[in-house]
């Protein structure tokens, strides 16, 4: 059993920078692959970004692409999603989650674990 734990969120203005962290433990986190999801106030959850378990591979959503950077440090077993230039729609509770079959990154449905959440909110 792999457990997930988000932290890092806050209140921001537009424009700040802000980082999010999901430690993981259990036996498989390693190995596994590691999304960030977000949802927003009234809207369906949606990919952010993710990463392969050996942390050479990423992907992101257009609409971050430029602006977050995911990573991973297997010595701390700990993802780590850097978002820069955050604006108004970057409003969220965002989701770290864990995919013991790596095969389709942007898929909700197919990642096994998730943490409960950190909000971050951009104001103007």
């Known amino acids: 059993q792999v457990h997930l734990v988000e932290s890092g969120g806050g209140l921001v203005q537009a424009g700040d920078s802000l980082r999010l962290s999901c430690a993981g433990s259990?036996?498989?986190?390693?190995?596994?692959?590691v999304g960030w999801f977000r949802q927003a106030p009234g809207k369906e959850r949606e990919f952010v970004t993710s990463?392969?378990?050996?942390?050479?591979?990423?992907y992101y959503a257009d609409s971050v692409k430029g602006r977050f950077t995911i990573a991973r440090d297997i010595t701390k077993n700990t993802v780590y999603l850097q978002m820069n230039s955050l604006k108004l729609e970057d409003t969220a509770v965002y989701y770290c989650?864990?995919?013991?079959?790596?095969?389709?990154?942007?898929?909700?449905?197919?990642?096994?674990?998730w943490g409960q959440g950190t909000r971050v909110t951009v104001s103007s």
């Open positions: 989650a864990a995919a013991r079959t790596f095969r389709t990154p942007a898929q909700s449905t197919r990642y096994d674990y």
């Open positions: 990463i392969d378990w050996s942390g050479s591979s990423t």
């Open positions: 259990g036996g498989t986190f390693s190995s596994c692959g």
